[in-house]
Every structure is written in C-alpha cells, then in structure tokens.
C-alpha cells in the first residue's frame, strides 16, 4: 500500500471523528433549548436524509440486477421511516430496518 493512500485515510477519518465528536464536547455545558428554528430542524433531518441517501444508492444496484429485492428494500424504508417518526432518532430505526429488511428477503427467498 502506498504511504499516500494511508495517511489520506488516517486524515480523512480523524476529520469525520472531530467532525462528530466536537459538536458534542462543546455543547456539553449548555441546555437545550426550548424553541427551534428551520435551521434546528434541517440539521436534525440530516441524518434520516443520510441514511435513505446510502440507502437509495446500496439498494439500486441491487434491485435492478435482482427484482425480488425490491419488497425487501421497501419494507426496509416503511420500517425506516416509520420507526424515525416514531423515536426522531437515528440508531434504532437503522437497525431495526436494517433487521427488516433481512427478515423480510429471508421469508421471500424460502417461499
């Protein structure tokens, strides 16, 4: 492996860490507050917008090589943005579409 490629890698990944851990460490002292702004919501709409992006381009290929995989991958974005309605939190409704979606291609690939 080159030396380029690596320490780009090591560059580019500890940027992403900071990128996700300083937010945090400097709002640790503050409160939150009680009214939000259209900024407040596009921020916190940012990560369901992530995932359904990674996951509209993980699945396409898929589904276009293979048509059974699109009632899987559909299920998988109901359960999604069903469970992120629910909660408004990101880590539970990735794993439980995540979960759905394997659940659903196993009961529909043993019938």
């Not at 919501?41 to 369901?48: K, S």
């Not at 509209?56 to 469970?83: K, Q, Y």
Request: hydrophobic share 50%.
């Amino acid at each position: 492996m080159r030396s380029e490629v690596l320490i780009l890698g090591l560059l580019v990944g500890t940027v992403n860490y900071l990128f996700r851990y300083l937010p945090l460490r400097l709002r640790d002292g503050q409160s939150r507050p009680t009214r939000r702004g259209i900024t407040g919501v596009l921020l916190d709409t940012i990560g369901i917008a992530s995932i359904c992006a990674l996951l509209v381009v993980s699945t396409a290929p898929e589904v276009i090589h293979d048509s059974r995989r699109l009632l899987p991958t559909v299920i998988g974005f109901a359960v999604l943005g069903l469970s992120f309605w629910k909660t408004r939190s990101i880590i539970v409704p990735t794993l439980l579409s995540a979960f759905a979606y394997g659940i659903a291609w196993k009961l529909l690939t043993v019938s």
